[in-house]
């Protein structure tokens, strides 16, 4: 019961959030929305049991990856409150497209008889042990290649990034 | 010492006289009705409370409101009456030159008791906590464990437990009072909110007393006296005054800024900070939520704080305020790398994640601390202290706030209320990041004697309460975690007001190119002297060595600065630049 | 089980790592800086050699069983699982490994021991980086990957140390980093390199897929499996775009892939036009890198995999082997800069290697590997000697008469020359030492194999081997006491897993019986007739004849320009006094080059070559003396005949006779030819290039490399551009139609709407001037809305995906059959 | 209809979030705008990910490709910010709308 209030509550955290951030037209502020999405979510993770997967959310997104968003939106903007506006044709093209996306997947959703697990299990949490032990065995490789990755996107970051000569 | 004076009272003695008059009548006179309740009460309800054996019985309630919120309630007016009937004397004691003794003495018997308390409720806790400590999936809580609460309760109730099983005379079984009072407990959500009250609680004395002593020890260090009028001793309430002040100062927004970040952003610097402690365990079991990846939470709030700081920043459309801000930024993002990797070599060497796991791994006596554990683990803790200090923004790697280059930094259009919320969220991501210190690498709440010792010293004859308190000061207990917290706390209050700010490159260049390759060096080195330990057993000895060595070097340490701490306190006139108490006129 | 070769190894290949590893963090200062990080550099190296050293000598002290029961249980620890396939790290612990690593290990020592001198003239510091220290980092690093690329039992792990090889190669080529050129050279040696590499990922992925296996000698047997089943990869035809080639399964496919890396590495012939140019790096990274060791890689790659290699695969490898050493070759007489020439004799030198891989001469081809690693690597070193005592003039034009001032240098040059010439007199022998060089030992068994695939193929012996298959048991006792050899042999190069997998055993064993019988053989005499026994002829494909005949005037044509190339050096009169007055040989460099001289001669004489017959496993050592060319190659066809590639007795009898009077001469005739025409400088050359016609053509054709680059140049570089261009046109052209309706009727419209106005009343405007306007409109409106979809706005592209998208997703779920749609998600949403 | 949570509520909201997502992406001129419209469709993916990971699969693999997922938009995000300064520093604004010289 609480479970079901939590849900909604951090699911319309999330969505309000969301919302802020399509509609702000002050990029901080959308940025902003963006954190309290992000933190919104992570409580959604929390509460289906994903623990690790919230607090990584919370350290890599929130911690790390909107820092970095902040951070470029200080070091491009020109002048505080200056905010690119669409024009009307654009903004309601959008929204007719974001309506036909959502009516459309919503239906999707709905429509397939969702196979569920027995209620019974669903309360056995995933402990960081075992998803450490999967990363290390199963997914041994996909790991390795992440490693790789981020180390090319370090360098790929640093170098284009870099000053001029 | 001028005696403490209360200016509303001076004033206009005549007007504040028939206001205190009012004020005693109304305040006798609920106490009066109050007594009148207790006496109707108790006559009521005394065969009904002996005769409610179920807890769930509706009737407890009652009780509680009526029996016990009532002595209360008559408590606190007939308190209440007595301050306002002898509040010069109440002011002259406050500010009595004896007071300072006083004090110091209820100091040390309020900390005996309060250590005798925690000690009592740490071993109440834990023992109900026991058989579901272990368990993967507790159901609601308190303090992080399934406590199966009803029964324990009953049990106390049918005077299960000896030691509790004594009475008051005419107030009856004091279990069954016990009872009563804990019996909104059992309510999942009424024992959540009382431990984030007491978190809350907690965390605003933390900024309270840190503000306070901080300026005491800069007051020191620069051989004045600090802070001394407000309050009586030592301006002991020095932050109570300034927070009355805070309050009261007017909130200023900045036209030209973003209004609602700049409201918004003293919250996101303050909450991430409480966050924090939810996962923070003052003990085994005395933790809020006690989440298998407390230390990324912890690690990922403090990472969160930041934005609150950035956004102070912005929304201030202050120059100096947007480089504070990005100062911040990238201070933060850069030193969360070292620190991170640094927290990573306890777990590595406890083996687990779980922060009372890692603490209880360190219960053999302070040389089986992880900071004396081996080398690694001692550099690894400096460069956690080191990469906390600037994730903290404390000295000297206060950049982002650095008042002689940058006004205030991200401070400086902020007044009021909104200013201390900053501060509170400081003070209490000092005491998170002391705390994380204390645990992993200080051996957390466990004393620095090996906790076997306990069970030596305690036969089976001991008395309970004598049995408990040796188990509290030997083996375990939360004041010991927050007494090594404290420390910490204190070590970054000195580091502050010993060392200079350095400049912004400097710190990055401190990060990147001095922490980072140490930590990398020191994880590796780490994870090979663990395989080598368990691989040689000529690597074992050689463990031991060096665990007995730097523990040698720690104990050592300590030794040298109380000596020199003790040579300055017997020898402070006759040092260079004595306390400015000393060259006052009359001495 | 004792693991010491294993530990010894691994050592090896970590010390020159820890070399690296100082080298290149604390390299730069004291306690190392300028001359002790050299001394560290090369310590490191000899310690790899003393170990080397010590397994060599106590692998060769064991019998062949010993041998094979080691190679069987060496060292394997399981590193990890990734997913069905397990990664296991080890040791590929048998005589090619051996022999190879105390090459490797032997020939780096050397030449360590020579940059100590080389480098000491380079300064300290160039452009704020300190590159004396840097220098011998990298070849710890080289070393390193090297010697674990030799050591590797996994594929996998083989693919690491190939990639680390390549970028040590390219670190090194562009090791003055500061000069355009150098970087480009690095630059282009890792982008060739990458084509190939390409190929090699395709091979290693196919030959997981269907093996499941990383490990070399578990993918064999996999392999051999299914070749016999028919199953897995060989039950893969080829196929492009519903294009089938015929007569080729995937297995071919993944054999080249495989040979693509070697390709890249090995430079073969179109990739082959880094080597060249990789000259860029200092010499002593030419002499260990691109003449002696990395560029070998490629063919101890084929050497490795051989045993994944069909028939048709096998046959490509000949041919490009081929191609590449008659063309790089014929470029190398033209050539003036002396590295240069030699880095075209060693691409042809790899040509042959690779060449006789294709032609399934495995021994050969890697004794040819070993001698020529010997030679070259003294050749480089010399030319290193003559550069830095000439103030680094390159140009041979203007050298001559250096071999009174350098004189070590020139006589070890001069050994060199007729090595890689094949130096050796047909026929002439005392006792069992027979009189020659390496290159002619070793060259001329790799043409007597294809002489044999060229001529002699047919399968005279054939019948009777296969015959003997029918009394399978019978033969199997009777081959008992060799089968050993033929596992030691299986184990590196070949599948007794193959062939013990059915009656053509008992073939394969006849065959080594036989030649295990076999004494005394040597390159150009033998008894008669015992070659017939051991040719258990198959019928792999006969090489075509050209693929005879061009190595065969190869043979003649490289003594010559190394002969040129030595004449104009070290003899004849100083073409340019200032460098001739100026050049000195530096005291100390060149005891390398005469312990490099002394391992050639040794390994002519034959030092290697029972060691690597061993490790083709047909060897005997009864006897004490090796001389038997046994490919340890077997392969069969699809009818399921043997097809065990000639093992023929080098020359024993009249086919090898008249091989010996077709080239065993030919470096008397090509040096000869060479003395003739430069004996006075290059001045006759010319004269001759003048007076014959079209010869000038054809110099000028190999002086510009065949054009190899200018065509890479245009048709890579510039068909890229090209393309882009074509689509930048193409773009342009659609806008200008587009834009030119919606303005033509914009002004047909206008125009109209004028031509009304004119001296009409007011109120007609309102009409007419409207209607004109609205169709003016229209169309431009029509134009403008066909153009704004590509406006090259990231949102809109944005909008107009997720538009599409969703009206799609509306279109199947509201559209009546719905319903299937849902059953059919429902029925894969099921867990 | 909306009694306990399940599959379909994490769906649906995993749903809205995306439309959101392509919304932003669509609606902001500010380069990073897009970039943030990116990473709310990342977050609802990730949703999606964890919801079948808790109700179907039972198993970690969901939490482990959303893990997978974050670190790419780690990844992405950090490319994204230095591409975007290369556009500032060239172009003078982030307005994507700018940066259209390739523009047809």
């Known amino acids: 019961m609480i479970e079901d209030a939590a849900f909604y509550i951090f699911a319309g955290v999330s969505l309000f959030s969301a919302i802020a951030v399509v509609l702000s037209k002050n990029i901080v502020r959308a940025a902003v929305g963006l954190l309290g999405t992000l933190g919104g979510v992570a409580c959604l993770y929390f509460l289906a049991d994903a623990n690790l997967l919230g607090v990584i959310q919370l350290i890599v997104y929130a911690g790390g990856t909107l820092i970095l968003i902040v951070f470029g939106i200080m070091l491009t903007s020109q002048s505080p409150w200056v905010g690119f506006l669409p024009t009307k044709v654009q903004a309601i093209a959008a929204s007719i497209v974001a309506v036909i996306l959502t009516i459309g997947i919503v239906r999707l959703v709905t429509l397939v008889p969702w196979a569920q697990r027995n209620p019974d299990e669903l309360s056995q949490s995933l402990t960081v042990k075992s998803i450490g032990d999967a990363l290390l065995t199963t997914y041994l490789v996909p790991f390795e290649v992440a490693s790789v990755l981020l180390l090319v996107v370090m360098i790929g970051a640093a170098y284009l990034a870099r000053t001029e000569k | ?587 | 089980m004792n693991h010491q070769f294993e530990i010894c190894l691994a050592l090896g290949v970590v010390v020159p790592l820890i070399s690296f590893a100082i080298l290149v963090f604390f390299g730069a200062n004291p306690p190392f800086g300028k001359p002790r990080a050299a001394y560290l550099a090369f310590a490191a190296i000899a310690t790899s050699c003393v170990l080397s050293s010590y397994v060599l000598i106590n692998w060769y002290g064991l019998s062949v069983a010993e041998r094979t029961e080691l190679t069987e249980n060496a060292f394997r620890y399981h590193w990890a699982d990734f997913g069905n396939i397990s990664i296991d790290v080890g040791v590929k612990l048998d005589s090619l490994t051996v022999i190879m690593y105390f090459m490797v290990t032997f020939i780096a020592s050397c030449i360590h021991a020579f940059s100590i001198g080389y480098m000491s003239g380079h300064s300290d510091e160039v452009g704020g980086k300190c590159k004396y220290h840097r220098f011998f980092a990298y070849f710890g690093l080289f070393s390193f990957s090297m010697l674990g690329l030799v050591i590797s039992s996994s594929l996998l792990f083989l693919f690491i140390f190939w990639e680390l090889v390549g970028l040590c190669s390219y670190l090194l080529i562009g090791f003055y980093f500061h000069e355009k050129y150098a970087s480009d050279a690095g630059m282009k040696a890792f982008i060739t390199n990458r084509v190939g590499d390409f190929g090699f990922i395709v091979g290693l992925a196919l030959v997981v897929l269907y093996t499941g296996t990383f490990d070399l000698d578990a993918a064999a047997a996999s392999f051999a499996e299914q070749y016999h089943t028919g199953t897995g990869i060989f039950a893969e035809s080829i196929s492009l775009f519903g294009w089938h080639v015929s007569g080729m399964t995937l297995a071919t496919l993944m054999g080249i892939g495989l040979f693509c890396g070697a390709m890249g590495k090995s430079a073969q012939f179109p990739l082959h036009v880094w080597l060249p140019d990789a000259m860029a790096g200092p010499t002593p990274v030419s002499a260990l890198i691109h003449a002696a060791t990395m560029v070998a890689a490629g063919v101890y790659l084929v050497a490795r995999v051989f045993r994944l290699l069909t028939p048709d695969a096998q046959m490509f490898i000949a041919v490009i082997g081929c191609i590449t050493l008659t063309i790089t070759a014929l470029i190398a007489i033209v050539q003036t800069d002396i590295k240069k020439i030699l880095a075209y004799s060693t691409l042809s030198q790899l040509g042959y290697m690779v060449f006789g891989m294709g032609v399934g001469a495995w021994t050969a081809a890697l004794f040819h590997l070993m001698t020529h690693a010997f030679f070259k690597a003294m050749l480089f070193l010399g030319s290193g000697q003559v550069i830095e005592g000439c103030h680094h003039e390159k140009n041979i034009m203007k050298m001559g008469g250096l071999s009174r001032k350098m004189p070590w240098t020139g006589r070890t040059f001069l050994v060199g020359v007729l090595a890689i010439a094949g130096f050796g007199i047909p026929w002439l022998h005392i006792g069992d030492i027979k009189f020659g060089l390496g290159g002619f030992f070793s060259k001329d068994e790799i043409l007597a194999v294809a002489y044999e695939r060229a001529f002699n193929m047919g399968g005279d012996g054939h019948g009777e081997s296969h015959e003997s298959g029918g009394t399978h048991g019978e033969n199997e006792d009777h081959a008992a006491p060799v089968h050993g050899d033929g596992h030691a042999m299986a184990n590196v190069a070949e599948g007794v897993q193959l062939a013990s997998a059915d009656t053509n055993a008992s073939a394969l064993l006849a065959a080594q019986s036989a030649m295990a019988s076999s004494e005394s053989g040597d390159a150009h005499h033998a008894e008669h007739g015992r070659a017939d026994k051991m040719k258990i002829a198959g019928t792999l494909p006969s090489l075509p004849k050209w693929m005879f005949w061009l190595p065969i005037f190869i043979a003649y044509v490289t003594p010559f320009y190394m002969m040129r190339c030595y004449w104009l050096t070290f003899r004849g009169t100083p073409r340019d006094h200032h460098v001739h007055d100026h050049a000195h040989e530096i005291p100390w460099m060149w005891v390398p080059l005469v312990i490099l001289a002394v391992g050639t001669l040794v390994c002519s004489y034959m030092l290697f070559r029972p060691m690597i017959a061993d490790a083709g496993g047909v060897a005997t050592h009864a006897a004490g003396i090796v001389a038997i060319d046994g490919e340890a190659h077997s392969w069969e066809d699809t009818s399921g005949q043997v097809m065990l590639t000639v093992t023929h007795g080098s020359g024993m009898d009249n086919p090898h006779n008249a091989l010996a009077l077709i080239v065993g001469f030919s470096w008397l005739i090509g040096m000869g030819l060479a003395w003739l025409i430069y004996r006075n400088g290059p001045a006759l050359a010319g004269r001759i290039k003048d007076s014959v016609p079209g010869l000038a053509l054809v110099h000028h054709a190999l002086e510009q490399k065949l054009y190899f680059d200018h065509v890479y140049n245009y048709a890579l570089v510039g068909g890229t551009k090209a393309f882009g261009k074509l689509m930048g046109a193409a773009d342009g052209v659609l806008d200008f139609v587009v834009d030119a309706v919606a303005y033509l009727f914009r002004g047909i419209g206008v125009f109209a709407g004028r031509q009304l106005d004119m001296g009409v009343e007011k109120r007609d405007i309102g009409l007419v001037d409207n209607i004109a306007n609205f169709l003016a409109w229209i169309t431009y409106m029509t134009g403008t809305g066909l153009r704004r979809p590509q406006n090259g706005r990231i949102r809109t592209y944005v909008l107009l995906t997720a538009g599409a998208a969703g009206i799609a997703l509306l279109f199947v779920l509201f559209w009546p059959h719905s319903s299937d749609a849902a059953e059919v998600l429902s029925a894969t949403a099921q867990p | 209809m909306l009694a306990t949570i399940g599959l379909q509520h994490y769906l649906i909201l995993s749903a809205l979030i995306f439309s959101l997502g392509v919304l932003c992406m669509a609606t902001k001129r500010n380069a990073i705008g897009i970039l943030i419209g990116v990473e709310l469709v990342l977050n609802s993916a990730n949703i999606n990910l964890v919801g079948f990971s808790k109700y179907q699969t039972g198993k970690g693999d969901g939490q482990i490709f959303a893990v997978f997922v974050i670190l790419l938009a780690a990844a992405e995000a950090a490319l994204a910010i230095a591409i975007f300064m290369n556009f500032y520093n060239n172009v003078r604004t982030i307005d994507v709308d700018r940066g259209d010289e390739l523009r047809g």
């Not at chain 2, 010991?480 to 502050?496: D, E, Y």
């Open chain 2, 1 to 587: 010492m001028a005696s403490i004076t209360l200016p509303w009272v001076e004033r206009n003695p005549k007007t504040l006289t028939s206001q205190r008059r009012t004020a005693l009548t109304l305040l006798y006179s609920l106490a009066f009705l109050h007594v009148l309740l207790v006496i109707a009460s108790w006559a009521w309800l005394t065969p009904l409370s002996s005769a409610a054996k179920d807890l769930t019985d509706g009737r407890i309630p009652l009780v509680l409101i009526l029996c016990v919120g009532s002595v209360i309630g008559m408590l606190t007016f007939v308190t209440a009456a007595l301050v306002v009937t002898f509040y010069r004397l109440v002011g002259r004691i406050l500010a009595a030159p004896w007071v300072a003794f006083i004090i110091f003495i209820g100091a040390i018997v309020g900390i005996i008791l309060l250590a005798w308390l925690h000690a009592e409720a740490f071993a109440f806790v834990k023992n109900m906590a026991h058989p579901a400590y272990t368990d993967v999936n507790p159901a609601p809580k308190i303090f992080g464990t399934s406590i199966e609460y009803e029964q324990s309760v009953r049990s106390i109730y049918e005077q299960n437990l000896e030691p509790y099983a004594f009475k008051i005379p005419f107030v009856g079984n004091v279990t069954v009072l016990a009872a009563y009072i804990l019996w909104p407990l059992q309510f999942a959500i009424v024992r959540d909110l009382v431990a984030v009250g007491g978190i809350i609680g907690f965390i605003s004395i933390v900024p309270g007393f840190g503000i306070w002593w901080e300026r005491k020890i800069a007051g020191r260090m620069q051989s004045r006296m600090g802070p001394m009028r407000a309050g009586g001793w030592h301006g002991w309430a020095q932050s109570a005054a300034d927070g009355i002040k805070l309050i009261f100062k007017e909130d200023y927004v900045p036209p030209s800024g973003d209004g609602l970040l700049f409201r918004l952003a003293p919250y996101f610097a303050l909450v991430p900070a409480i966050c924090a402690f939810i996962a923070l365990p003052f003990a085994a079991a005395w933790v809020f939520r006690d989440l298998d990846v407390a230390l990324i939470f912890i690690l990922a709030m403090l990472g969160i704080e930041v934005m609150g700081v950035i956004l102070a920043g912005w929304a201030s459309n202050n120059k100096w305020s947007v480089y504070g801000a990005m100062r911040e930024a990238c201070q933060m993002v850069s030193y969360e790398i070292p620190m991170g990797m640094a927290l990573l070599i306890p777990v590595m060497t406890a083996g687990s994640l779980n922060l009372g796991a890692i603490a209880e791994a360190q219960g053999g006596g302070f040389w089986t601390w992880f900071i004396f554990k081996n080398v690694w683990c001692f550099a690894a803790f400096f460069i956690y202290y080191c990469a906390a200090l600037a994730s903290c923004k404390r000295a000297p790697f206060d950049l982002p706030e650095s008042e002689s280059e940058l006004v205030a930094g991200f401070l400086t259009e902020y007044s009021g209320f909104r200013w201390s919320l900053f501060f509170f969220g400081e003070y209490a991501a000092m005491f998170v990041i002391s705390g994380l210190a204390t645990i992993l690498f200080l051996g957390g709440w466990m004393s620095p004697f090996p906790s076997e010792w306990a069970d030596k010293l305690i036969d089976p004859n001991t008395n309970h309460f004598v049995a408990t308190i040796i188990r509290g000061v030997v083996a375990e207990n939360p004041l010991w975690f927050i007494a090594k917290a404290t420390f910490m706390f204190f070590l970054q209050l000195w580091i502050r007001w010993t060392l200079p700010r350095i400049r912004i490159d400097q710190v990055l260049y401190a990060c990147v190119q001095v922490l980072l390759p140490m930590m990398m060096v020191v994880l590796l080195g780490n994870t090979l002297w663990i395989l080598a330990v368990d691989h040689w057993s000529w690597m074992q000895t050689t463990d031991m060595i060096i665990n007995w060595i730097l523990a040698a070097l720690g104990v050592a340490v300590v030794i040298g600065m109380l000596a020199i701490a003790s040579y300055g306190f017997r020898h402070n006139k006759a040092l260079v630049g004595s306390m400015a108490a000393d060259q006052l006129p009359g001495k």
